[in-house]
């Protein structure tokens, strides 16, 4: 079998990368590529779902009040396990548990990197075969190396993330990374097992022509967000549009999709429900990061997400995301 070596492989390119860094250290290379080990494995069990015993309800209630599906405990586990059996993580925050992981030994004590992370969003759809996906941010550590990490190691603004990065189970499996350097994306290439380079440079186009929201909640909505969606359903050729309305119910597949294409994602705040769903520090300002590093605005309405100061692990907020234009065209409306 002929290698085409004008392919690099995940690893390959983090070292690549690493060689163009005075004084870089590799730490974070090394988490990055943890992270892709535990994504194959959580891509084996996701592609076979149907034939095991994994889906459906775990039988227990996560900290958000949701029921644990079976395959975000294995995502969680391995997660977990990957980067506390590594030696460049100090701790872990998971949506999935109740309070933050410090690591212990002495090697993981040494890091100075924290990672927090959704190990399976929108696995609700998993029983009917629609792309899920891992989202995850890493943060520099703000307690002192060779210490045990603390609360305000996860605490942190997005701002200060130093890198954000989602993977997507459907079609094929796809690795995105972000560090302020750019977007980088890397599909699994089954035939050898490795993560390669198919989209690199990512830039998240400033106009498209699709919205994301769900039109079930319409009337939930503050009457800003409604008059932005009405906007959108009645945009005509001489104003860029027609808009067309795709939501799938996963974020990561939203997101990824208008990424790539052009878009705007929202999940405004409402009436039951005003502080929103999505959490910040798991889903928001890991793709907030990703997408304003790609070109493009992420929001809650008000603030810019990664400004925003989280006082505890499982914040929620409301989010608008995506192509700058269309981005500032909704703040128009939110202004009044």
């Known amino acids: 079998m002929n290698v085409n070596r004008k392919v690099l492989t995940l690893d390959e390119f983090t070292i690549q990368q690493l060689r163009d860094i005075p004084n870089a250290t590799g730490e974070l290379s090394s988490l990055l590529r943890d992270i892709g080990l535990a994504a194959k494995r959580v891509n084996v069990e996701v592609n076979k779902a149907g034939l095991v015993d994994i889906?459906?309800?775990a039988g227990s209630v996560n900290v958000q009040g949701e029921d644990v599906?079976?395959?975000?405990v294995f995502a969680n586990d391995q997660f977990t396990g990957v980067l506390k059996h590594g030696i460049s993580c100090a701790g872990i925050a998971s949506e999935e548990l109740d309070d933050y992981i410090a690591f212990d030994d002495?090697?993981?004590k040494k890091s100075k990197y924290v990672c927090l992370f959704?190990?399976?969003d929108g696995s609700g759809n998993i029983d009917v075969n629609v792309s899920i996906g891992t989202i995850f941010g890493v943060y520099?550590?703000?307690s002192s190396r060779g210490s045990i990490a603390t609360k305000d190691d996860f605490l942190q603004k997005g701002t200060q993330q130093v890198a954000a990065g989602y993977i997507v189970y459907g079609s094929s499996t796809m690795l995105v990374y972000a560090t302020r350097r750019g977007v980088n994306g890397f599909t699994l290439d089954p035939s050898i097992g490795e993560f390669t380079l198919s989209h690199p440079g990512i830039k998240c186009p400033p106009k498209g022509k699709i919205?994301?929201?769900n039109h079930g909640n319409f009337f939930q909505y503050g009457e800003?967000?409604?008059k932005y969606i009405n906007i959108c359903q009645k945009k005509n050729k001489s104003d860029g549009g027609p808009y067309t309305q795709r939501y799938i119910g996963s974020m990561v597949a939203d997101v990824h999709r208008n990424l790539i294409k052009g878009g705007i994602f929202m999940y405004p705040g409402t009436i039951d429900k005003p502080k929103g769903k999505l959490r910040l520090l798991y889903e928001c300002n890991p793709f907030a990061f990703i997408v304003e590093v790609a070109g493009g605005k992420a929001t809650d309405g008000k603030r810019r997400i990664l400004d925003i100061q989280p006082t505890e692990l499982h914040q929620r907020t409301p989010l608008f995301i995506g192509s700058k234009d269309m981005m500032e065209e909704l703040e128009k409306e939110l202004e009044g």
């Open 211 to 213: 919205y994301s929201v």
């Open 118 to 120: 959704d190990p399976l």
């Open 69 to 72: 599906k079976k395959l975000d």
């Open 55 to 57: 889906l459906g309800d």
């Open 224 to 226: 800003e967000v409604k």
């Open 140 to 142: 520099r550590r703000v």
């Open 106 to 108: 002495t090697e993981s």
